[in-house]
Structures are given as structure tokens and as C-alpha cells.
């Protein structure tokens, strides 16, 4: 007799490999010796990922207290690798990336990058594009303004000088 699985458990299977993603990401964040934290590198992807943004976008983005985010925006800066710029309106000041902010950046992004490459290998290009096109899928449905550009969007490279 064939058992069949359930939704719901496939559901927990997917919040199960999750886990382990998240688990595995961090653990390789930490061991690369990169000149970020994660928690950094979140914010420096939330400000890449949203050029403009203030620090009460990144403290509603990530449900996290605004003196929080301003304590972690005040450690960024005195590294030299977020600043704020000016701005008219009054609402805050919107925040941008250094050029050490970048290359920290960039730095994060292909070690990690290449961790998820090594994962993928043996797989075939179809595999690929259909599980990011699934994950993109599973995210944008709980999707609140924390998600970060499709990586086909004809955008141009946000760096400032």
C-alpha cells in the first residue's frame, strides 16, 4: 500500500529544511571570517536592497525596536560603511552604503554565494531556476515590504559615490 503525504506534512518538512538552511547559513556566515556580523550584513542588504530607506524602514522590516536599529546604524557608521544622507523632507535621513560599505557587501554576497553554488551543484539549470523561482514565490506571500529586488529587475547598479 502507498502512503500518501499530507499537506501538512509536507509543510513541515519545508519549515524543517528552513530551519536548516537558516542554521547552516549562519554557522557559514560565522566561519568565513567576514569583516561583517550577520545581523551587518542584514541591514547592509535591507539598505542595498532599498536605497532611500531610513532607519524606522529597517526597524518596521525586521519588527525590531527603533533604538535597536539606531544603536546597530551608530556601530555601522563609526566602521565607516553606512552613512546618512541629506534630505528635505524631514522624515529621517536616508541611509547608503559607503564605498567600504559596498565591498563589505560585496564581500558577504560571493562568499555566501558561492556556499549556495556548492550546494547546487549536480543540479540541472531547470532545477535551479524552478526552486528560486519557488522560494521567490513562498516569500512574496508573506511579503510586507521586506523583500528584496527580483534578481531580474532591469534596475541598474544602485551604488552611490
Do not use: K
Not at 503525504?5 to 549562519?26: C, M, P, S, Y
Not at 511579503?143 to 544602485?158: E, F, N, V, Y
Request: hydrophobic share 40%; proline share 2%; with cysteine.
Amino acid at each position: 500500500m502507498v502512503e500518501r503525504v499530507t499537506r501538512d506534512e509536507h509543510a513541515a518538512a519545508i519549515l524543517r529544511e528552513l530551519i536548516v538552511i537558516t542554521r547552516r547559513g549562519v554557522a557559514d556566515a560565522r566561519t568565513a571570517h567576514l569583516s561583517l556580523s550577520m545581523t551587518d550584513q542584514s541591514i547592509l542588504g535591507f539598505i542595498v536592497d532599498h536605497p532611500g530607506c531610513r532607519s524606522v524602514d529597517i526597524a518596521e522590516a525586521f519588527r525590531l525596536n527603533r533604538s535597536t536599529v539606531s544603536r546597530q546604524l551608530a556601530g555601522l557608521t563609526r566602521l565607516g560603511v553606512v552613512r546618512e544622507v541629506a534630505d528635505a523632507s524631514g522624515r529621517g535621513r536616508p541611509l547608503e552604503l559607503t564605498d567600504a560599505g559596498w565591498s563589505a557587501y560585496d564581500e558577504a554576497i560571493e562568499l555566501l554565494q558561492g556556499v549556495v553554488g556548492r550546494h547546487l551543484d549536480g543540479w540541472s539549470d531547470t532545477e535551479v531556476a524552478r526552486f528560486a523561482t519557488d522560494l521567490t514565490r513562498f516569500n512574496d506571500a508573506a511579503a510586507d515590504g521586506d523583500r528584496p529586488r527580483h534578481p531580474g529587475a532591469d534596475d541598474g547598479d544602485q551604488r552611490a559615490g
